[in-house]
């Protein structure tokens, strides 16, 4: 086991798919299987790659192309970019701040969109990017854990964001696993 992928476990707990690390604990993996059932997407913008697991096991089930993670920074192991590469998944390594248009657009664009926020400042990824959200689009937000029970971090302004589902008027997906996958999880229906 890697020094990275122990304190992780310590932290908390990682999963894995493919026998790549997904940084996520074991109820995200059943939070997104029953999420790409009962609220498919059609793309994925997951901003915050880092070792780029989750992006693997999300886009198993959206068309190619159709997945784009961003980061300032590559993370990722070389069997992940191959990965990435045959499943078609877009990594773009650049500042989505200054990048902002961009990705509103790709949110814009015909057919749900989830908008996963799990960079470096996720309250305010969900304060800048839940305006371009459309009818039947998705924002979660990770490391939302304020009892620190089942994950050990906590990363989320919860007022804050719940002020934009609100102003948005997000609703709850209604999926079960989301608090103990340290996800705050919000649609509009």
């Not at 299987?33 to 070792?51: A, C, H, M, N, V």
């Not at 993370?75 to 989505?96: A, C, N, P, T, W």
């Not at 926020?117 to 371009?132: L, N, S, W």
């Not at 919860?158 to 079960?176: D, I, K, S």
Request: charged fraction near 25%; charge should be negative; include cysteine.
């Amino acid at each position: 086991m890697s020094d990275w992928t122990r304190r992780h476990w310590e932290k908390g707990g990682v999963s894995s798919i493919l026998g790549l690390t997904v940084s996520q604990n074991a109820w995200a993996v059943a939070m997104f299987s029953d999420l790409l059932t009962d609220i498919p997407p059609y793309r994925i913008i997951e901003l915050g790659t880092g070792k780029g697991g989750l992006s693997i096991l999300l886009s198993l089930r959206v068309p190619p192309r159709h997945v784009h993670t961003y980061d300032l920074s590559d993370f990722r192991s070389g069997r992940v970019v191959d990965s990435h590469r045959k499943l078609g998944i877009q990594f773009h390594q650049e500042d989505i701040w200054t990048n902002e248009p961009s990705i509103a657009d790709l949110i814009s664009q015909d057919g749900r969109t989830w908008l996963l926020c799990d960079g470096g400042d996720k309250t305010r990824e969900v304060e800048t990017f839940a305006q371009y959200l459309k009818k039947g689009d998705v924002i979660g937000a990770h490391d939302c854990c304020p009892k620190r029970d089942v994950w050990r971090w906590h990363e989320v302004d919860v007022p804050r964001v719940e002020e934009v589902a609100r102003r948005y008027h997000l609703e709850p997906t209604g999926n079960q696993h989301a608090e103990k996958a340290a996800w705050w999880l919000r649609w509009m229906p």
